[in-house]
């Protein structure tokens, strides 16, 4: 189900002719979106290694859309030092969908940056590749290795990544497998992949629902993948900039989206529309141990977040749609956080939910809400796309949410929302 916002045909067609995006030669294929470390004593522990020096790590990725050449990006965004790369290779992966560390090695190609294939991250700096000729097709698996020759503490990191990634000791970015590796539940560095191409690209902005977690690991199942399946016939390309623990409106384990969205969203090329679903954790974590001191939210404050959003978007001619937040009672049951439902915090998700569909600030809404409550309890998933904790949606649910998304889309056989021009 998914609803656009009700106003004349007049009216719905003069937003859909808003200017695209600044026309780009690269679109955001893949992305993850780089997080800071947090404090050891949060209530949830990073599961990383403190530092990757003197190792290679390889991860793998699967692309939304292919082209005739790719560009790598790598950040330091929350560095406090300077971290050296003495390597950097890419290669189409071994093997179908699965934990992996196997590459073609065929394929593996060194990427140069600034012509070099060694090279230095500032401190809060990104490093993006020479475009490299390398033909890839949509939805293809490719594995990324990178060399840290010295310290490269992991200041910089994606928590939820939903795909096995490999350290393993040394130089080894050319081996075709590494058989000693340590497993790496998370990414580290690696932040997006750009292939050459002008179908544009749209973001998803969200929390853990956009970041995966309840989907099954290895097996490219989050809500983006399933929408880059749908769009990738059309040449659009899909970014995920999901951080799971994110908020609207504080950071924690994210940067708050008020703060990233430049970055996450507005920066990547070809950007032409973004998905908004946040406002679960803002609502969530106050009084649980995520944010025991935090007050309660409210859904003015939620709604002011999101008309900045939405404001600077559409002054960067960038398409914007709501998504209506999922329900959640009773999520987390039988662990420390029981109390991030209460019914005050549902009737403060009712409220939002219920601007979100009837404000007409956003160029279209799909209602998340709507396609995975259950009807005999509208406050919490329907049992078939319920991951388990009724928080997160499992994979039939971020099927979903992906059709609802796609939905938006079916005009005139082009995608004015979501990637096309006018």
């Not at 994210?254 to 990233?260: F, L, N, P, S, T």
């Not at 398409?319 to 999922?326: A, D, E, H, K």
Request: include cysteine; aromatic fraction near 8%.
């Amino acid at each position: 189900m998914f609803t656009i916002r009700s106003f004349s045909a007049v009216v719905l067609a003069a937003a859909l002719a808003m200017p695209a995006h600044a026309a780009s030669d690269w679109q955001a294929s893949w992305y993850a979106a780089p997080q800071p470390a947090w404090d050891p004593a949060f209530a949830l522990p990073t599961n990383v290694p403190a530092s990757v020096a003197g190792s290679t790590v390889r991860e793998v990725l699967r692309l939304s859309t292919g082209g005739s050449s790719v560009r790598v990006v790598l950040s330091n965004r929350y560095g406090a030092v300077p971290m050296a790369v003495g390597a950097v290779r890419i290669a189409r992966t071994a093997g179908g969908p699965g934990a992996t560390s196997a590459i073609d090695t065929a394929s593996n190609r060194a990427l140069t940056f600034a012509g070099s294939t060694e090279f230095t991250i500032p401190p809060g700096g990104t490093a993006t590749s020479d475009p490299l000729a390398f033909p890839v097709v949509a939805l293809e698996r490719l594995t990324v290795s990178t060399w840290f020759p010295g310290p490269a503490p992991l200041a910089t990191f994606h928590w939820g990544a939903q795909q096995t990634g490999y350290i393993e000791a040394g130089n080894a970015t050319a081996a075709a497998t590494l058989d000693k590796a340590q497993r790496l539940q998370g990414r580290a560095f690696l932040a997006a992949v750009h292939v050459a191409g002008q179908g544009g690209s749209i973001v998803a902005l969200g929390d853990s629902i956009t970041d995966g977690n309840g989907s099954t690991p290895d097996r490219h199942r989050r809500w983006p993948d399933r929408l880059a399946e749908r769009l990738a016939p059309q040449g659009i390309a899909v970014a995920n900039a999901g951080i799971s623990g994110a908020r609207l409106l504080s950071s924690k384990m994210g940067v708050k989206a008020i703060e990233r969205f430049d970055a996450d969203v507005l920066e990547q090329p070809g950007v032409t529309a973004v998905v908004v679903l946040l406002g679960t954790n803002d609502i969530g974590w106050p009084g649980t141990p995520f944010a025991p001191q935090d007050p309660p939210m409210t859904a003015e404050r939620l709604v002011d977040g999101y008309r900045a959003l939405v404001a600077r978007a559409h002054a960067r001619g960038v398409r914007v749609i709501g998504g209506t937040l999922p329900p959640f009672r009773d999520a987390l049951p039988g662990t420390p956080f029981e109390g991030y439902w209460t019914p005050a915090k549902e009737a403060v998700r009712r409220d939002v939910n219920a601007w979100i569909r009837t404000s007409g600030e956003f160029d279209a809404v799909a209602d998340f809400d709507a396609v995975l409550r259950d009807p005999a309890d509208p406050a919490r998933l329907l049992p078939a796309y319920d991951s388990g904790d009724h928080l997160h949606p499992g994979d039939a649910g971020f099927a979903a949410m992906a059709r609802a998304v796609a939905a938006l889309s079916t005009l005139d056989n082009c995608q004015p929302l979501l990637g096309c021009g006018p």
